[in-house]
């Protein structure tokens, strides 16, 4: 099973005459499931310092602590194609280690040197079962990160938990507020880009482990909206979820021949081992989050949730803060939010003029192609009454305004033919909010090709100037 591994090989060659160890846990059971050997984990019957030491000049990348407590220390290789674990045998044997780690399928270890898997507990007969067993109530009380781990697993395997293990994961959820903000971001973002991230997301709801980890999130049940809507805030939210993973799988659908440049955007890295396409799954999950705090009512009874965008933005910082994310993320995120409603405003004015063109791609950079798409989608979610027509006209302004976007992020805002500084001397005035103000406005001219050069841009900031 794993002996014709390149990444074994390796390591068997590296650790030959040295202490005896296993490989265990996900590389085990990723091996029987046919996955990719990326994350390899081995219990060492010996000083993890010294196997890894040993491990890192074989495979010619760095070695790094990892947890004092735990004695375990990382391994990449000169390439990055996989990483490896190496932490003490915990217990005087394997079976006494394998009976402390999570689930039982996380409990199989094979000898590095070879030999037949050593399963005390049942794990192989749940792999194949696609069953997430944890190893009592103690393995959540030894690590109380664990029921996250579970969603985790289950969106990344497809695997459910057994009804005992529901219940528990039920009765240990809280104990998520105790492990570190990293350790839950590493998980929750692995959870969120995984394939069954719907039915994860679903388990995690009604275990309480996503009020424990976002209970911003858990805030939006029972939320009404308005007619046009056919789902509260919260399942409608899911279904943005759910209709922006079936766009991005077929992006021809609603753009045609832009697909290809689309999936460009989305493959590029974005931070915290994200792309961009997949921050946009966190986007799907936020851009209303701020629904709560602004409901109103009109006069009529109508739900009102003004400023939701804004305040969204603000509460994307604060969640993403919480949970120690990147800037990137951060911001990439948050400005999705903020913007998720802006082509929305521009169905009514089809056809567009360019400058009502350049305002949206201005205001959304640098979101502009993320935001359209997370518009597409938030729009495909929204099926209340009568909503069909208005769905429809509202992905072909997505197809049309995405020829401008790809463009846009191409090549950048329009270049202004005339320093600031430049025009400041042509009309007599000092840097300051005048100033920038003209060059935003010559910023729009160029767009929609009412300047050219240098002397239509001073006699258009002159006309602009005039006028104020």
Excluded at 374 to 381: G, T
Aim: aromatic share 6%.
């Amino acid at each position: 099973m794993l002996e014709g591994a390149e990444p074994v090989r390796a390591l068997r060659a590296a650790l030959a005459g040295g202490p005896e160890a296993w490989l265990v846990g996900g590389v085990v059971r990723d091996a029987y499931l046919g996955r990719p050997l990326v994350d390899l984990d081995l219990a060492v019957a010996g000083d993890p310092e010294q196997a890894a030491r040993r491990v890192a000049r074989a495979l010619g990348g760095p070695a790094f602590s990892l947890s004092d407590t735990f004695g375990s220390w990382r391994v990449l290789d000169r390439e990055r194609r996989f990483e490896v674990d190496l932490s003490a045998l915990q217990g005087d044997s394997i079976e006494a280690d394998l009976s402390r780690r999570d689930f039982t399928v996380n409990a199989m270890a094979v000898p590095l040197g070879g030999g037949d898997t050593v399963d005390p507990h049942g794990g192989r007969t749940d792999l194949d079962a696609g069953v997430l067993r944890v190893l009592g109530e103690q393995a959540y009380a030894d690590d109380p990160l664990r029921p996250l781990r579970l969603v985790r697993l289950a969106a990344e395997l497809g695997f459910a938990p057994d009804p005992e293990t529901e219940r528990l994961t039920a009765a240990a959820a809280p104990g998520l507020v105790r492990p570190s903000a990293e350790r839950v971001y590493a998980e929750l973002r692995r959870a969120v880009i995984a394939p069954d991230v719907l039915e994860a997301l679903a388990l995690a709801e009604r275990t309480g482990v996503l009020g424990a980890v976002v209970p911003e999130l858990v805030a939006l049940e029972g939320i009404e909206q308005s007619r046009f809507h056919h789902l509260d805030v919260y399942h409608h939210t899911v279904e943005v979820l759910e209709r922006w993973i079936g766009l991005e799988g077929d992006l021809e659908a609603v753009f045609g021949h832009q697909a290809e440049a689309i999936r460009e955007v989305l493959a590029e890295p974005l931070g915290d081992g994200l792309t961009r396409g997949d921050a946009i799954r966190f986007g799907a999950l936020f851009h209303d989050i701020a629904k709560p705090q602004t409901r109103g009512e009109r006069p009529d009874g109508r739900p009102t949730f003004i400023g939701h965008d804004a305040q969204g933005q603000e509460l994307v910082r604060h969640i993403f803060t919480r949970l120690r994310a990147s800037d990137r993320v951060r911001a990439f995120v948050g400005d999705l939010t903020r913007h998720h409603l802006g082509l929305g405003f521009l169905v009514h004015d089809r056809p567009l003029t360019p400058r009502a063109l350049y305002g949206y791609l201005r205001r959304c950079d640098p979101v502009e192609v993320e935001v359209t798409l997370l518009s597409c989608a938030d729009r495909m979610a929204t099926r209340g009454q009568g909503q069909d027509e208005w769905i429809a006209a509202h992905l072909e302004l997505g197809a049309e305004v995405m020829d401008a976007a790809l463009r846009w992020r191409a090549a950048g805002p329009p270049a202004v033919p005339i320093r600031g500084d430049e025009l400041a001397r042509e009309l007599g005035i000092e840097p300051g909010p005048e100033l920038g103000a003209l060059l935003g406005e010559l910023e729009a001219a160029v767009y929609t090709g009412e300047v050219a050069d240098h002397d239509q841009a001073v006699d258009y900031a002159r006309r602009m100037q005039d006028n104020r």
